[in-house]
């Protein structure tokens, strides 16, 4: 079965069956009921599939909501959910949707990727993971950066692998996405309805209490990010997050914003002091314009300077080299020559991070 397993609601979305069933097919996106679009290799394309009419759109969106048992019409017009199978449906309908109905279903493999997927993908270097695994081990508080659909929960997936089986994780997610694989794992969950709301911030405050010892949250975009980095600096080292930034100067950007949406009287260079005490390695995904996802900076912030800027080392960074004649670019990923700061404890701990990793390639 695909993404849709019960058939009755597959009856009413017909149209797009082929696409939700094709495991090449990574995001089915419907504009209008003749304007539907289809994700494969991070190419968009147009598709020749219709729905007869904007009724039969729309009653195919009901059915989706009955079926995930949520409502929407034109008092509650936006649907966020999570399908059985973990791919999430985002449905947008009038008055909010002005030139009728919108609906993005993303999909999620069966099989969770794992960081040997991504090396052979060409998405990060064998260097770059072994940088990763010894960063995790040692318990390096870590941001996955990147833009929408970049990869950032693939990512997140793939090298929370590293984090050693016999700890105690704690997972918060506003709809979960995330496969984790270590055993000893609390799984929670955003909770919106008409009765109650629970936010990721009352999630993150409860998380402390669960003794856990590494927090992973799937994506910081609210004031949640001050309650995550007092976690980070409070026991719970080597805990990790998405965010949404294009680069890692942006994403620490961003999370000064977050933080400012707290409301509190807290001058700037405070805000930054503390980011830059919870936060040690940012890891920027983005998908290049061939349609490729990529690692394209792992990056360490080592502190503050005397002005209150940040010091940012890039560790290892993405170098496009050219455009082959499949218009696919040829890349390399490059190491800068800049040793991590925490060498030194690498050694104390019995963690292999030799310095060959880091040696920058001769041009």
Known sequence: MGVMDNETTRAFLAPILPFLDDETVTEV????PSEIWVERAGKLAKTDAYFDDYDALFAAVRNVAQYVGRRIDENEPILDARLPD????????????????????RKFGKEAIQVKDLISFGALS?????????????KKNTIISGATSSGKTTLLNAVSSFIPPDQRIVVIEDASELQLQQPHQLRMEVLKNDR????????????????????????????EALDLLQAMTTGHAGSMATLHANNPKQALARLETLIMMNRLEMPLLAIRSQIATAIQIIIQANRLADGSRKITHISELVGLDEQGNYLLNDLFLLEILSMKSDGKFETRFRATGILPSFMDEARRSGVKLPESLFVSPST
């Open 29 to 32: 996106l419907i504009n209008s």
């Open 86 to 105: 973990g791919s999430r449906i985002h449905i947008v309908i009038p008055p909010c949707a002005k030139d009728g109905i919108y609906m993005a279903i």
């Open 126 to 138: 064998v260097e770059m993971a072994r940088f990763l695994h010894a960063s995790i081990t040692l």
């Open 196 to 223: 109650v709301q629970v936010e990721i911030r009352d999630l993150v405050k409860s998380s402390l209490r669960l003794r856990p010892d590494r927090i992973v949250i799937g994506e910081v975009r609210g004031p």
